[in-house]
């Protein structure tokens, strides 16, 4: 039971942390993984709620207010000192007053911060600061503030019988759990096929490659083709920036 308790406090002392945290990083291409447990989210969220609960201890004494850090630690060991019921209750009510308003701080700032280093590409120079993961920065490349980017995809596939060269414009992607490439999403696909592996073909794009396409490439009718990465022997990336015109 006061293995329990002083479980509980850590957590509610990390809350503001963890907001922090999944805030700067709020975006289904992060760098953040997705099978981290909640004792790796805790622990990862400490250094920003240190800081903060620094700050505003250093605050909250300025104005008269110091932090009974005794009665902080007898709490988290379990120490029959703060068993008590009306010291507890008397703590309580500005303890979540405290809590509330750490964790708000902490939404603005990390929403602030997120804004800045996208914004100014301070993650360039300082590489902790990376939000997305690597394969955004190569298939959604970011445009200037007059146009913005398609991304044309070759992508070699290896089969059991044969080599299939897709083409087309990439529409999504899908990342697996340690943040690599799981799928790729087509759009206006053509494939060539290769027999016996075969390949004697040259796959260079030029800019009329898109509307002229060679015979020896069939278009692939529906509004969705996927391709597991897995099968992907390389790939060519073309970007095409779209210009557009102001009223």
Known sequence: MNLALGVLVIFIIAIPGIVFRLTYLSS?????TINTTAIDEIFNS??????FHAIFILVIDAFGKPVDFQFIFNLLIGNATAKNIDQLNGYLGGFMVYILVNTLVNFLAASVLRYAVLKYKWYDNLPFLAIYNRWYQILKPEPDANGRISVWVDV??????????????LADFWLDKD???SQLHFENVR???FENKQITARTEITEDAIEDVDQRYYYIPGELFIIKYEDVRNMNITYYEETIASE
Do not use: M, Q
């Open 179 to 181: 943040g690599g490439l």
């Open 28 to 32: 289904p291409y992060s760098k953040r």
């Open 156 to 169: 070699l596939v290896e089969t059991k019988t044969c080599d299939v060269l897709y083409r087309g414009f």
């Open 191 to 193: 494939r060539r096929v």
């Open 46 to 51: 400490l250094i920003p709620a240190f800081i």
